[in-house]
């Protein structure tokens, strides 16, 4: 069965730090993979999009940036951490057609101090 | 471009009563719908789904919701609130050819009280 990591589950940073947050997905091959941000009372907001290696599409102009080295890793990542950068992430996977859910992992909370 | 409306971001029911969450939808092509609940610092769950299949759909945990097109909805409903409902849900929505994009409301996080 296929099943979805995200590590580290909390993080505290200072601003101007820099951020790695590292999501795996284990069970399946060629995964859609993404990154989103959960701020309190805004929902979802899409932050990148990955269909295949090194294949990486931005939603939205920010601070952050976001790799795929291998076919089943998905790394977010900020050179200096910004206060508004706080919320939870989220990374998700997808395989074949629009129609097809995606699958969450568990979430990392990031808090920038 | 695809929206979802999700009206009421708070809604309280009693245990044993109808659970409705209203979500709107608006998209020039026939979308795809989905609904997901969250579980305080956890990630999504997938209650249930439309694919242009049978208009009723039935998901999870007793969950259920109707495309209404004339109506641009998929509100959600359970019969009977148990305790354990509570939780946020997210109303979401893509098209063909939208790249497995998803674009979500703003959830309705759903209390249920004895």
């Known amino acids: 069965s296929q099943t979805i990591h995200q590590w580290p589950a909390t993080l505290v940073q200072p601003v101007g730090s820099p951020l790695s947050l590292e999501c795996t997905v284990e069970g399946t091959s060629n995964p859609n993979l993404y990154w989103y941000r959960q701020a309190a009372g805004r929902g979802l907001q899409l932050l990148f999009y990955?269909?295949?290696?090194?294949?990486i599409s931005s939603e939205v102009p920010q601070n952050l940036s976001a790799s795929r080295p291998q076919d089943r890793q998905f790394i977010l990542s900020s050179k200096k951490l910004l206060l508004s950068d706080s919320g939870f992430y989220l990374c998700?996977?997808?395989?074949?057609?629009?129609?097809?859910?995606?699958?969450f992992g568990p979430g990392t909370r990031l808090t920038v101090l | 471009a695809q929206s979802v409306t999700q009206l009421g971001s708070h809604v309280s029911v009693s245990e044993g009563a109808l659970v409705l969450l209203r979500c709107n939808y608006s998209?020039?092509?026939?979308?795809?719908l989905f609904w997901y609940v969250q579980y305080p610092n956890q990630g999504l769950q997938l209650l249930l789904k439309y694919t242009s299949a049978a208009t009723l759909v039935k998901g999870i945990n007793g969950f259920e919701a109707e495309f209404k097109k004339s109506e641009t909805s998929f509100h959600l409903t359970k019969p009977s609130a148990h305790m354990s409902d509570a939780a946020e849900y997210f109303c979401a929505v893509t098209i063909t050819g939208g790249g497995n994009k998803l674009t979500f409301g703003t959830g309705t996080q759903l209390k249920v009280e004895l």
């Open positions: 990955s269909v295949g290696i090194g294949q």
């Open positions: 998700a996977w997808s395989v074949g057609r629009d129609f097809n859910e995606q699958f």
């Open positions: 998209s020039s092509v026939p979308p795809y």
